[in-house]
């Protein structure tokens, strides 16, 4: 069976599925009405435009796919202000309240970011979610671990100038690494290829997170060590033969933000 059928009794050769098409491997027969080559299977991308955009609903995809439940695009434009204000209102969460936090709503905003768009719609993102407190603090205290040693090592090393700092507040009992968040998501791929899909997706998740009660906070400094320090890497058991690519700790915020805080202007070239 081909990956893509036509109801030609419903179609209307309005030629929509072709414009939309990606790759261009949808195209048009002498009458107007879609065509999928047997030899362009192997170039489509299964990204869904053609079955989700068709008017008459003529177009069936047929290979595995998971929509949404109540699948529909007839959902509306959010207000550009609306959406504005909810993106600036986004803050970098650093204080979490000792609070577990529910995996029905850790599933639900997964939901959302499972449909963050990927190049050549190749999905690569895979998710390791740690919502294990002692868990997170053994990832810590290896970040912490691996400072150390490189700070004793007198190693050069672009963050040389922090380790001292952030050994003396782990020192004192502080987390400087993950906070105490009690969530911990760490997107990894096959390949070096998902990186960018990895940040897209990560974004989605650090967007979608707030409208759930949640806050974020990107760990860069944990990605820095567990890309460096192999008991570390061992530690967050990614499967062997995937990269990681970046994690984000995340959980329900100690405290509320008042206001919106100023950044500078766009630096934009106008052509």
């Known amino acids: 069976m081909s990956l893509i059928s036509f109801n030609l009794e419903k ?3 309005c030629g929509i599925c ?5 790759i261009n491997v949808i195209i048009p027969d002498k009458e107007g009405f879609p065509c999928f080559p047997a030899e362009h299977e192997a170039f489509c991308t299964c990204c869904g435009h053609c079955e989700a955009i068709c008017p008459t609903n003529s177009i069936t995809a047929n290979y595995q796919a998971f929509p949404p439940e109540g699948d529909t695009s007839d959902i509306g434009q959010i207000r550009p202000d609306i959406l504005a204000k909810y993106v600036q209102s986004r803050r970098t969460i650093r204080a979490f309240k000792d609070k577990t936090i529910e995996k029905e709503k850790i599933e639900a905003i997964f939901e959302a970011v499972r449909f963050a768009p990927s190049g050549m719609n190749a999905q690569p993102v895979k998710w390791l979610v740690v919502t294990e407190a002692a868990d997170i603090k053994k990832f810590a205290k290896l970040t912490i671990d691996w400072m150390r040693m490189m700070a004793e090592k007198g190693a050069d090393h672009p963050l040389k100038h922090y380790f001292p700092v952030l050994v003396t507040l782990a020192d004192t009992g502080l987390d400087p690494i993950c906070r105490n968040a009690p969530g911990l998501v760490y997107a990894y791929s096959e390949n070096a290829f998902g990186y960018t899909d990895s ?6 998740f650090d967007l979608v997170a707030p409208s759930f009660g949640l806050g974020t906070c990107w760990a860069g400094l944990l990605h820095r060590a567990a890309m460096e320090y192999q008991p570390l ?10 990269i990681l690519q970046f994690p984000m700790i995340f959980g329900y915020p100690k405290y509320k933000y008042r206001k919106i805080p100023g950044r500078k202007q766009a630096d934009i070239i106008w052509k």
């Open 199 to 204: 940040i897209i997706a990560l974004t989605t």
């Open 233 to 242: 890497k061992e530690a967050l058991g990614i499967p062997e033969g995937f």
């Open 18 to 22: 072709s414009m939309v098409c990606p």
């Open 11 to 13: 179609c209307t050769a």
